[in-house]
């Protein structure tokens, strides 16, 4: 099962900053929070990932709160484009094996973006 | 940059018939994992592979199975096809050993069956 929660859908208003929430109470020591997106039937894209420290590239921010328990994704200036379904995902490390990579979409916020 | 690269992209097949997806990793990615989406539902883990050895088993049903040969690609066989198995099958693949161990995924292969 999913171990993340995310509100079901978002809106944003285009060049604004959209800001994903991810409540992920469970996560153990080892396991990494990571952001995928899913453009309308596309394979999901990954975005960003990271463990504890805030992360950035060039696509977006994860802020992640000190006791690990929650995250946010940030996209600084959303586009029309940015129109998709958002996964938050608690993977552990694959280095160990077994199930640890296993990517487990839950139900993911859907963001509209609006002009 | 290589992606993954998921073959056919769209397969129509009859009830009772049998299917094959086939999955061509990123090259040096060692480890492959197969992805099932219904209509208006989220990927739902199937399979793994590391190394050619399946790592972990999810939701696959048992007229199923999979495998990934000694260039890493992988293939999904599907048997007693049901119209229930109409979905998107993704395929990811990921370095396993690697400092960055993102899983990146394949554009999917629309299996309709009739």
């Known amino acids: 099962d999913a171990k993340t929660t995310q509100p079901p859908s978002m809106d944003c208003a285009e060049g604004r900053a959209a800001n994903l929430p991810c409540n992920h109470s469970t996560i153990s020591g080892n396991e990494y929070v990571y952001w995928y997106r899913q453009i309308h039937s596309q394979g999901p894209q990954y975005i960003i990932h990271?463990?504890?420290n805030n992360e950035t590239n060039e696509m977006a921010s994860l802020i992640i709160t000190e006791d690990r328990k929650s995250s946010t994704l940030i996209l600084p200036h959303a586009t029309l484009r940015d129109t998709a379904v958002y996964y938050c995902?608690?993977?552990?490390?694959?280095?160990?094996?077994?199930?640890?990579?296993?990517?487990?979409f839950g139900k993911g916020t859907k963001l509209s973006v609006k002009p | 940059a290589a992606g993954v690269i998921q073959s056919p992209r769209h397969l129509i097949k009859e009830k009772r018939e049998t299917a094959t997806l086939k999955c061509y990793p990123i090259?040096?990615?060692?480890?492959v994992y197969w992805y099932q989406q219904g209509p208006g539902q989220d990927p739902q883990f199937l399979i793994s592979f590391y190394e050619k050895m399946q790592s972990d088993k999810g939701s696959i049903p048992d007229r199923f199975s999979a495998q990934q040969f000694s260039d890493y690609h992988s293939e999904l066989n599907m048997s007693s096809l049901e119209l229930g198995d109409s979905a998107l099958y993704f395929c990811a693949s990921s370095l396993e050993t690697g400092e960055n161990t993102e899983a990146f995924f394949g554009q999917g292969t629309r299996l309709t069956v009739v």
């Open positions: 990271g463990l504890k």
């Open positions: 995902i608690v993977r552990g490390n694959p280095i160990y094996g077994g199930s640890q990579g296993n990517l487990i």
């Open positions: 090259p040096r990615h060692d480890t």
